[in-house]
């Protein structure tokens, strides 16, 4: 089931927490939604879970529009807030049991629903015991049960690992890839590695704003503009800053730096739209220089993050 944002815009105050935005997700992608902290990531996801509503713009799930039909928008929605809303005195099973009756199982159904859920959550160990006394990854595991009890076509997820510990981020995002081959997933986090390790596909916003839009390897891609390359040569004759000073007379090249603490390495950037691997080439064979590595530099995605968020 596809969700689809056209022109969303929410403001508080003097503030446009959101601006203006427009993006699609289709049936059965796990998207990341991915921002630094404000970025307007909460909000938006509040707004198409119709949690709250928005100044201007559409949401549309399936054929149902967030504006006139948000009841039948939150059937087939389940929602993970950032902060786990739980109900710390009851028991597992009880607090499975009060929101499948929320949302609508019939009676006879329900018995099955919860089992379904404890044994897909990883439940089974804790589920007599109170929320209350649940480690925060159980009681996330909890959070993700009751937003999948009802069996939605889409998944919202705000910051489902916030707080965990490293093992327990593990295990949750082994649970998310998962449910990504059943259901559509919309994921929200400003963890860069969260992100790269679970979804399909990464929105970046920024102040309200669609900074970028596409797989990690796209992003990747589209931010270099600049080859970066470590090389290593080795003169027969001359000193490293003589190499760094001919490398750098290349038409080619940008910059040049010597990688500290590696003798005969250096660090190159190309000059926009250009590569310097074959001019480097035929200085190298030019001075009859030993030219003993030439590895590309791929941009990180916390490079590309920076990038589009500073």
């Known amino acids: 089931m596809a969700v689809i944002v056209e022109n969303l815009t929410k403001i508080y105050g003097t503030q446009k927490a959101v601006n203006d935005i427009t993006f699609e997700i289709k049936t059965g992608e796990v998207v990341g939604f991915l921002g630094p902290n404000g970025a307007g990531k909460s909000t ?54 009060f929101c499948a009756e929320i949302q609508g199982i019939p009676s006879d159904q329900i018995p099955n629903r919860i089992g379904e859920m404890v044994k897909k959550c990883a439940l089974n160990s804790e589920k007599h015991k109170k929320i209350g ?26 910051e489902p690992t916030s707080g965990l510990d490293p093992n327990q981020i593990i295990e949750i ?40 839009d596409g797989t990690s390897s796209t992003l990747r891609q589209q931010s270099q503009g600049q080859e970066l ?7 027969k004759n001359g000193t490293a800053t003589e190499v760094q000073k001919e490398l750098l007379v290349l038409a080619s090249v940008e910059s040049v730096r010597p990688v500290e603490g590696k003798e005969g390495f250096f660090q190159l950037q190309s000059k926009p739209d250009i590569s310097s691997r074959k001019p480097i080439f035929d200085l190298c064979v030019k001075k009859k220089w030993y030219l003993m590595e030439m590895t590309g530099i791929e941009t990180r995605l916390e490079d590309v993050f920076r990038e589009l968020t500073n």
């Open 44 to 97: 938006t996801m509040k707004m198409i879970t119709c949690f709250i509503a928005p100044d201007q713009g559409t949401i549309r799930v399936d054929n149902f529009t967030a504006q006139q039909d948000p009841r039948e928008i939150k059937k087939r929605i389940g929602y993970l807030p950032e902060n786990n809303p739980l109900y710390l005195d009851m028991a597992v099973m009880d607090y499975l049991h």
């Open 133 to 158: 006394e649940l480690s925060k990854g159980y009681r996330q595991r909890v959070g993700l049960a009751q937003a999948m009890i009802h069996d939605p076509e889409i998944l919202i997820l705000d």
């Open 173 to 212: 995002r082994k649970l998310i890839k998962e449910l990504g081959k059943e259901k559509t997933v919309i994921l929200s986090s400003h963890i860069l590695s969260e992100v790269e390790a679970t979804c399909d596909r990464i929105l970046i916003i920024n102040r309200g704003k669609i900074v970028a």
């Open 229 to 235: 390359l470590t090389i290593q040569i080795e003169p």
